[in-house]
């Protein structure tokens, strides 16, 4: 289990912001050369699913994966090396952000074509119980890719073979610059779509943590007790661009009102208000854990900077196993 | 001891032996446990191995190539089958984006061991969508590999060989070969990917064939052989990796180069075999080489432009003569073709 207590899921919310919002900072820097999507005001979602799984259960993620492999204990180092392009990432430089990998933590992979890792992980969770073992495999996805028609396919399949899969669609509204309103039709929910497959779904607060983990539990629960996989549909929003650093509330596509609307609703803030009003945190160790943290990302830093690059040749590489 | 087997069979005792053989394989495609067996490739094996390891799947091309891929990365070696490549074009985004790119965008981290058996053919009006032959797209892609055997003896062991590949393998069976019989060993044994066979030494000309057209090209060289052209005609049985070696040492030897693929001539496995052989051997070329494929166009389904749109034998033949400056003559053993849209009953193995 990667957090149980509720101090332990700020932290990770805590951690998970501040390695995010480092990025933008060093993104300038223009030595991150590759695109890189952001998961500002999506931690909750990580967070809250990814403790709710054990550390032999499989996640698998998209483009916007950082969260997703930071809260399923993928290793920091690694990530950052990789993002710099560094021989050191642990895609040795081959796949950078987008391309996230770390199979001691369980975290299988992610690749960004939209809803291309959704089959995937219903195979691999296949292959789990055709090899008697007790795996639940989480797949995080967008409102995006419940468009896509291989996301019908692998509800159907899942369901079909009642496997132990947890679909995770991060609801955030958009997809790149396009409104939810331009994609689907209203009056129905995400979430009835995979009802109408057969699975048990689900929509609800994608920015509360203890919520996103008590529902995860329950879901993997039934998901491990052989009773079908679950659909998890959590309503969120992406604070930054699409890919990229920066804010873009004024170039048209949404408005600054409905972003301030969602920034009071700060996972990682409302998180730390419950933790000191029911005292489970005091003031002095939430500060420590910053320092902690911040200390840890500047050592990541200082590693993939100082790591290097693949050598010469090494594109041809790896090509077969 | 001699036991001759056909194509299918040999196909299916391969899939047999490797389920036998290897708990991570599994079987799994439309239609695999019905009474048809694909083309009696996988009859019984459900009743056999149980349906846990052999299965029917969903119309869900796309979804179900993406399972095998999630299998493949965590332990298991799938068998996917379509029954036309036709159909696996739907696929082609986890084929290409996904299980060609796994082992080498993550860095080595994991490898992606599945076999995805597809079929080309021709013939009973299957026409432009049943029936084309795709291996050029998936020889282009690095990360996959692409297996065409000819005869039911490199079917069987190429078959196994891909199943051990740690790598997606693109298994092409071209179904007028299905029923043609060979003396096909009964035990578990390998034909190694990326090597190509002498089937018929000759001095004159080298004509490389693949899948159904090395039968054509065989044909091609009893043919010409009347005429004192001696062909020799090599099964390139790999496309990707191909066995550049055995090509060119006998292109060396003969000096002269034909391709005859199952594919549109235009942009396809013919193309990248006579452009790395006259890269090489420039100097020592005889005649320019000669690809012959299907024209570039879809398939036609009318039995009266089918017969003029799949290439046979003769121009094959006459492929060579041109190389030669001879004319083709109409050799004795040549046979009158009455209908041209079903197998050549004539092709009899084993080869």
């Not at chain 1, 596509?253 to 920034?263: D, G």
């Not at chain 2, 049985?237 to 060396?252: A, K, N, Y």
């Amino acid at each position: 289990m990667i957090a149980s207590t509720a101090f332990e899921h700020y932290r990770h919310l805590l951690r998970i912001r501040m390695v995010e919002e480092r990025i933008a900072e060093l993104y300038p820097e223009q030595e991150m050369r590759c695109p890189v999507h952001l998961s500002i005001g999506q931690e909750a979602v990580a967070v809250g699913v990814c403790s709710a799984l054990a550390a032999t259960d499989w996640v698998l993620s998209g483009h916007r994966n950082h969260a997703h492999y930071l809260a399923k204990g993928g290793d920091l180092k690694r990530m950052l090396a990789e993002i710099y392009g560094k021989v050191t990432g642990c895609a040795k430089g081959k796949g950078g952000s987008m391309h996230l990998t770390d199979l001691e933590a369980g975290f299988l992979g992610a690749t960004p074509i939209v809803g291309s890792t959704i089959p995937i992980a219903v195979g691999a969770a296949l292959s789990a119980r055709m090899r008697g073992e007790d795996r639940v495999v989480a797949v995080f996805f967008g409102d995006g890719a419940c468009e896509t028609g291989v996301f019908h396919e692998s509800l159907n399949f899942a369901a079909l073979k009642k496997l132990s899969v947890l679909f995770v669609c991060e609801n955030n509204l958009y997809s790149v610059y396009s409104p939810l309103l331009v994609r689907q039709p209203g009056g129905r929910t995400i979430s009835s779509l995979a009802e109408g497959h057969g699975l048990r779904a689900l929509q609800g607060d994608g920015n509360d943590v203890d919520y996103v983990n008590r529902v995860s539990a329950e879901a993997a629960a039934h998901a491990r007790d052989g009773k079908g996989p679950v659909f998890l549909e959590f309503q969120t929003y992406r604070w930054r661009e699409h890919c990229g650093p920066n804010y873009d509330n004024e170039i048209g596509y949404r408005t600054p009102e409905e972003f301030e609307r969602w920034r009071a609703l700060d996972p990682v803030s409302t998180a730390e208000k419950r933790l000191l009003e029911n005292r489970q945190a005091t003031r002095e160790r939430i500060d420590q854990a910053a320092s902690e943290i911040r200390a840890e990302i500047e050592e990541a830093v200082r590693f993939a900077k100082s790591s290097p690059f693949p050598s010469a040749g090494g594109f041809a590489d790896g090509v077969y196993a | 001891m001699s036991r001759e087997i056909s194509f299918a069979e040999a196909l299916r005792e391969a899939q047999d032996l490797c389920l036998s053989k290897y708990p991570e394989v599994f079987l799994m495609g439309l239609g695999v446990p019905d009474p048809k067996g694909i083309f009696g490739t996988t009859i019984d094996l459900q009743k056999k191995h149980g349906e846990h390891r052999v299965f029917d799947i969903p119309l869900s091309e796309n979804a179900i190539t993406g399972v095998a891929l999630g299998a493949a990365i965590t332990g298991m070696r799938p068998i996917l089958t379509h029954q036309r490549v036709d159909f696996a074009v739907i696929s082609m985004e986890q084929i290409v984006n996904q299980a060609a790119k796994w082992h080498y965008m993550f860095g080595g981290a994991m490898s992606a061991p599945m076999v995805i058996r597809m079929i080309i053919g021709r013939g009973w009006g299957q026409g432009p969508q049943h029936s084309q032959s795709l291996q050029a797209w998936f020889a282009h892609v690095p990360g996959l590999k692409v297996v065409m055997p000819t005869t039911a003896r490199d079917a069987k062991g190429l078959l196994i060989a891909s199943v051990e590949d740690n790598n997606p393998v693109v298994f092409l069976e071209h179904r007028w070969l299905y029923s043609i019989r060979d003396d096909v060993p009964p035990d578990y044994y390998t034909v190694p990917l990326g090597t190509a066979k002498v089937l018929r030494e000759g001095a004159d000309v080298t004509v490389v064939g693949i899948s159904y057209m090395t039968l054509e090209a065989l044909r091609a060289a009893d043919s010409l052989a009347a005429q004192g052209i001696s062909v020799e005609v090599i099964d390139l049985r790999t496309i990707q990796p191909w066995d550049t070696e055995t090509v060119l040492h006998s292109v060396r030897k003969t000096g002269r180069l034909v391709v005859a693929d199952t594919g549109w001539q235009s942009f396809g496995v013919a193309a990248e075999i006579e452009a790395t052989t006259v890269e090489n051997l420039f100097q020592s070329m005889k005649a320019p080489p000669r690809r012959v494929g299907l024209p570039d166009c879809p398939s036609p389904t009318s039995p009266a432009l089918a017969a003029e749109f799949f290439p046979r034998s003769d121009r094959i033949s006459s492929a060579v003569c041109e190389l030669l400056g001879r004319r083709r003559a109409e050799s004795p053993s040549r046979m009158d073709y009455e209908k041209l849209d079903v197998p050549d009953n004539t092709f009899k193995g084993p080869f």
